[in-house]
């Protein structure tokens, strides 16, 4: 079945360059998405990718998809504290997504 | 914001007792998305509703099931709560076709006792 797995949990220093990495199984979805989820919120879309592209940059943020490994990554650029959340990683199309289970943040002064 | 509204925010309900949650979907939105979120875990696909008519749904069994209103708002309804019911339950909105983001409410946290 489709799947989507996301590494648990990343530290960064203030400043740097955080980079959360995802695969997935299902080569089929249109789209693949990034979302970040605060404590006690709901989910806040961060960025999205087509399937036939392989890089797309919206400010501190990069997105790589590289199909042939299916292999997705978030690079956050000059994280900050406020940048301390969890981050999902789904694919999907016009119909349901699919999540990973979300790699938490924590970014230390 | 997104502009998704779900209510109530908070909900405790007792095991057995029947469950009903609300989602008012973005201007213009003519989707709505049902998801289960267990802590610690990532969001579960329960349903989709578009246009009145359920679209697709996930691995859940009978015993949820929705509606979707002519404005778009929906509803989510879980009977015969059991214990692991309990947990974050978002709605997303979205349109139809090809270049869709989905937005997503602040979820109704659900505990079953």
């Known amino acids: 079945g489709e799947d989507v797995e996301q590494s648990l949990f990343l530290s960064v220093r203030e400043g740097d360059s955080s980079v959360i990495n995802c695969t997935y199984t299902d080569s089929s979805s249109t789209y693949l998405y990034w979302y970040k989820q605060e404590p006690g919120a709901g989910l806040q879309l961060l960025t999205y990718?087509?399937?036939?592209?392989d890089m797309k940059q919206d400010q501190r943020l990069t997105v790589l998809l590289n199909k042939k490994d299916k292999h997705l990554s978030l690079r956050i650029a000059d994280t900050q504290t406020g940048d301390s959340a969890i981050y999902f990683c789904a694919g999907g199309g016009t119909d349901k997504l699919i999540f990973g289970t979300g790699t938490r943040l924590q970014v230390f002064p | 914001e997104t502009g998704v509204t779900q209510s109530p925010t908070h909900l405790i309900k007792t095991r057995g007792q029947q469950v009903t949650l609300r989602c008012s979907s973005q201007?213009?939105?003519?989707?709505v998305s049902w998801y289960q979120q267990a802590l610690g875990q990532g969001p579960q696909f329960i349903f989709q509703y578009y246009r009145e008519e359920e679209n697709g749904r996930g691995n859940f069994p009978p015993r949820f099931s929705g509606l979707q209103f002519p404005n778009y708002s929906s509803e989510l309804n879980v009977n015969a709560l059991e214990l692991d019911d309990s947990a974050l339950y978002l709605c997303?909105?979205?349109?139809?076709?090809?270049?869709?983001?989905?937005?997503f409410g602040q979820g109704t946290r659900l505990t079953v006792v």
């Open positions: 997303a909105s979205s349109s139809q076709g090809p270049n869709t983001e989905a937005f």
């Open positions: 990718i087509f399937s036939n592209m």
């Open positions: 201007s213009g939105h003519n989707t």
